[in-house]
C-alpha cells in the first residue's frame, strides 16, 4: 500500500473511532435521509450504491455498497458518519427534528445535499431551523472539497440541466468545519445511477461519481 492510501486510510480509521466509536468495526455506509413535506426522498435508490461501489474500486476507503435509509428521529441517525439527502419539492423539518440534525453536526456528522429539481427554497427555509444563525454560505472553487481526490477547478459538474443556471455549491459549518454541502442546479447524484436510468455518457457519468468521491473522502478526512 502506497504511503499516502495508508495515511488516508489511518486517519479516516481515527476519525470515525473519535466520532463514531460505535461504527468503528463496521464498513462506511451511506444512509438516505428520510424526510417529512411531500418530496420524494426515496427517489433512484440505486445512487448511493454505486457510488460506494465506486469508492471502493477507486480509494482505500471500505465500504458497504447497499441502500439504507434513516429517520431522524431514530435511534440510529446517530450511527452515521455520512448522511444523504435528495428529492424534488417541499422539505419540512420539526423543531425536534432540527435540533437532532444540529446535534448530529455539531457531533462530526456530515449531510450532503443534492437538490434533484425543486426543493431548494423549502430546504432553506428548514435549515434556518437547524442554524438560525447563519445561511448557507457558497464555497469558492478553491475550497478543498474541490480538490482532495479528483480536480474540480469550476467547482461542481453540471450534471443534468434544469433552468439553465450555472451548477453551485453552498456549505453551512460549526466551528470551522463543513458540516453540511448542498448542490444547486448541479444534481451530480441522478449521474452516479446505472447509465440506462437516465442515458449519461460514460464520461458524463464518471465525472459525477468522481465528484461525489470527493465529498465523500472530504467529510472523513475533515
Avoid at 435509509?69 to 422539505?91: A, C, Q, R
Avoid at 452516479?192 to 478526512?221: C, M, Q, Y
Wanted: glycine share 8%; with cysteine.
Amino acid at each position: 500500500m502506497k504511503l499516502k492510501t495508508f495515511i488516508l486510510t489511518l486517519f479516516i480509521l481515527l476519525l470515525a473511532a473519535e466520532a463514531f466509536p460505535q461504527a468503528v468495526n463496521s464498513s462506511f455506509k451511506i444512509a438516505r435521509l428520510k424526510f417529512s413535506g411531500g418530496g420524494d426522498w426515496y427517489n433512484d435508490p440505486l445512487q448511493e450504491v454505486e457510488l460506494l461501489k465506486f469508492i471502493r474500486d477507486n480509494t482505500p476507503i471500505d465500504v458497504d455498497p447497499k441502500y439504507e435509509f434513516v429517520e431522524i428521529t431514530s435511534d440510529k441517525f446517530f450511527t452515521y458518519p455520512f448522511i444523504f439527502m435528495t428529492g424534488h419539492g417541499n422539505v419540512t423539518f420539526s423543531d425536534i427534528e432540527a435540533q437532532r440534525i444540529r446535534s448530529y453536526l455539531e457531533r462530526g456528522g456530515f449531510i450532503y445535499v443534492d437538490d434533484d429539481y425543486g426543493m431548494d427554497k423549502a430546504l432553506r427555509r428548514e435549515l434556518n431551523k437547524v442554524f438560525p444563525e447563519q445561511d448557507l454560505v457558497e464555497l469558492p472553487y478553491s475550497f478543498g472539497l474541490y480538490h482532495c481526490q479528483y480536480d474540480f477547478s469550476k467547482g461542481p459538474p453540471k450534471t443534468h440541466e434544469h433552468d439553465s443556471n450555472p451548477p453551485q455549491g453552498f456549505g453551512l459549518f460549526y466551528d470551522g468545519r463543513l458540516v453540511l454541502y448542498y448542490t444547486f442546479e448541479s444534481n451530480p447524484s441522478d449521474g452516479w445511477n446505472p447509465p440506462e436510468v437516465h442515458g449519461d455518457s460514460p464520461e458524463k457519468r464518471e465525472e459525477a461519481l468522481r465528484f461525489g468521491t470527493n465529498i465523500v473522502v472530504w467529510a472523513l478526512t475533515h
